[in-house]
Structures are given as C-alpha cells and as structure tokens.
C-alpha cells in the first residue's frame, strides 16, 4: 500500500506546503483508500477465477465418470457377446464331430443293406443245386453276378475292363507278359484279377499281363 501511495504522489506531485493539515490528511486516507479499493478488486477477482477452476474440475470429473461407466458397459456387452460366441462354437463343434462320427459309422449302411440281399441269394446257390441240378445253379450264379454289379453299379464301384487298353500305373499292376498276338504291344493282353474304381478312384489294382512283341513277329 506504502508503495503505492509513493507511485502515486509521483504520478500526481501534492505541494504539502500549501496544504492545510486536514487536507493533507483528507489527501493521504484518499490515496489509501483509493489503493485499498484496487487491492479488493483484486482479491475478488481471483475469488471468481478460483470459483471457476472448481466448476471445471467437477465437470471434468463427472464427465470422465460417465466415460468410465460407458467403457465399463460396453466391456460387460462385449464379454457377454465373446462367451456366448464360444458357446455357440463349442456347440457346433461337438455336433461337427458327431456328424462325423456317424458318417464313418453309418456311411455305408445303404451298401451294406443292398449287399445283404445278394448274400441271401449265395446261400440259396446250395438249394439250387439240391433241387434243380448242376445246369440250373449255373443260371443262379449269374443272376446272382449280375444283381451284384447293380448294387456295385449303384454305389459308383465300377470293375475295370482293361484288356486291349493301354497301360496305365495309377490302374493296373504288371504280373506278367504275354506274347502280343490279337493286341498291340505294350498294351494290356490278360487280367489276372479285376481292379476297381470307387466314383473314378482307383481302389484295387488290376493284375495285368503285357503283351510284348517276340522274336518272330
């Protein structure tokens, strides 16, 4: 305050001398009271500013708050969700892997239910042959090769029929060779056991002889 009072007598020079003392005295309790108003305004300024910074602070916190408590939401849903997918995955696997499982087990059920019928008439081969003599079982052999080539037939398992045929690794195995006579050389002349294809995939080789060119031809 002190230094204000100079500030301020230097800024407005007061001849003293002239003064009376009660205006000397009216002047100095002015200036003072002049620096004193400065001095609350002052204070109450900073009041204001400090009200203001505690407003801020309790809306930025509350505002954090109801961010934390959406983050927390959204991280409750979102566990929610990842169990109930690992639910869900679990559930189909197992169904998967009964699938399967049934699949290796029961894939062929419909062969077997068409290969059965042939076997009932293989056992019926020695009846035949009882009642009706040689001739007659001869005939039942091959009605019944023939109701076993439907049911191959049926199911995609197709004999080879390679004589004549060129040689083929993926389809015939080599047992022998034989002299070329009605075929080309190279080619496939005799079949010692049938091969066959289940829907175009070889699954048992054919047993071949090759025919080759002799010396006199």
């Not at 696997?93 to 062969?111: L, M, N």
């Not at 015939?172 to 056991?193: D, F, L, N, R, Y």
């Amino acid at each position: 305050m002190a230094v204000r009072f100079l500030t301020r007598t230097r800024r407005y020079p007061i001849d003293l001398c002239r003064l009376t003392p009660s205006a000397v005295t009216r002047s100095v309790v002015g200036l003072f009271s002049t620096a004193a108003e400065h001095r609350s305004t002052g204070d109450d300024c900073h009041g204001d500013d400090g009200e203001d910074d505690h407003r801020y602070s309790l809306t930025h916190v509350r505002t954090l708050e109801m961010r934390a408590r959406k983050l927390e939401e959204q991280v409750h849903d979102l566990t929610e969700r990842y169990k109930r997918a690992l639910a869900d995955s679990d559930n189909v696997r197992r169904r998967t892997q009964k699938f399967v499982e049934d699949a290796k087990q029961f894939g062929i059920q419909s062969f077997c239910r068409d290969i059965v019928e042939v076997a009932d008439l293989i056992e019926k081969s020695a009846e035949v042959e009882e009642r009706d003599g040689v001739q007659q079982l001869t005939q039942y052999l091959a009605l019944i090769q023939g109701r076993l080539q439907d049911v191959f037939s049926k199911h995609g398992l197709e004999k080879m029929s390679p004589v004549g045929g060129t040689y083929d690794p993926y389809q015939h195995e080599i047992v022998c060779h034989t002299p070329a006579e009605g075929v080309e050389p190279g080619s496939v002349a005799v079949v010692k056991q049938d091969g066959y294809m289940l829907h175009g995939r070889t699954i048992r080789h054919a047993h071949v002889g090759i025919a080759v060119k002799t010396q006199e031809q």
